[in-house]
């Protein structure tokens, strides 16, 4: 791969945008200024290595995995309409590269939310064949009972699905507080099991995908790339 193709291949740009960061001196590897778009990238173990683009330093991903701790008032959309995207949370070179949303979260839910440009990591995470479990927090605006407990972990039918919908644990932590783990990803899921047992939502985070806990490092709108570790937890139902 030529740092021409290195650049393209991060989203910095059209193939000539990509030349021209180079030839006027904007990519450094290893703390070394490179001019020539031509030239090889450098081949490293695990396929991974450092590079700076105007100062900025950047680490290469042949495959883009990322986590991101989403604020309420973004919409999981591109084309968002009544609140901002959460793209605009992300740097410009992401976003041209495509990396899209695994799954969606609701605007004013918060928490984990992983984005991908590999195709198939995103459908397997996507698909309900695939049960990958979700843990959310979820605050209500009635105190919980044990029946509403007892009826989520049962099933509730919602009106698209004839097929009840089930929560794989139900963890009460304090009178209008649930932790609620899922294995689907229905619309507005949580919101509508817990209006079927005759409560409300009041605030909505998700705080595991898969293995995966929402990092602690991760400031409230910040993201990162996920380490092979984690991808692996994510992963791993």
């Given at each position: ?68 701790n989403?604020?309420?008032?973004y ?37 984990l ?97 898969g ?27």
């Amino acid at each position: 791969m030529t740092l021409e193709q290195l650049l393209f291949s991060q989203g910095f740009g059209t193939r000539k945008m990509c030349r021209l960061l180079i030839a006027d001196g904007h990519l450094a590897i290893g703390g070394e200024i490179q001019t020539d778009p031509a030239q090889h990238a450098p081949q490293v173990a695990g396929g991974t290595f450092t590079f700076s683009v105007r100062g900025q330093l950047w680490q290469y991903h042949a495959k883009a995995y990322l986590a991101l701790n989403k604020p309420s008032g973004y919409e999981c959309s591109q084309k968002s309409k009544a609140h901002p995207s959460v793209y605009t949370l992300l740097p410009s070179p992401l976003r041209t590269r495509d990396v899209q949303s695994v799954g969606r979260l609701d605007q004013d839910t918060t928490g984990l939310l992983l984005f991908s440009d590999d195709g198939q990591f995103i459908h397997k995470m996507a698909s309900p064949k695939h049960h990958v479990p979700k843990i959310y927090e979820v605050t209500t605006s009635e105190e919980l009972t044990d029946k509403q407990v007892t009826q989520l972990l049962a099933g509730v039918v919602l009106e698209d699905s004839p097929v009840p919908v089930i929560a794989l644990a139900c963890e009460r932590l304090a009178p209008t507080r649930l932790k609620m783990t899922l294995a689907q990803g229905k619309y507005h899921q949580v919101k509508r099991m817990l209006a079927a047992v005759g409560n409300h939502v009041r605030a909505l985070h998700r705080s595991q995908i898969g293995q995966l806990a929402l990092p602690p490092d991760l400031a409230l709108g910040a993201w990162r790339f996920l380490t092979p570790n984690e991808l692996a937890m994510v992963c791993r139902a």
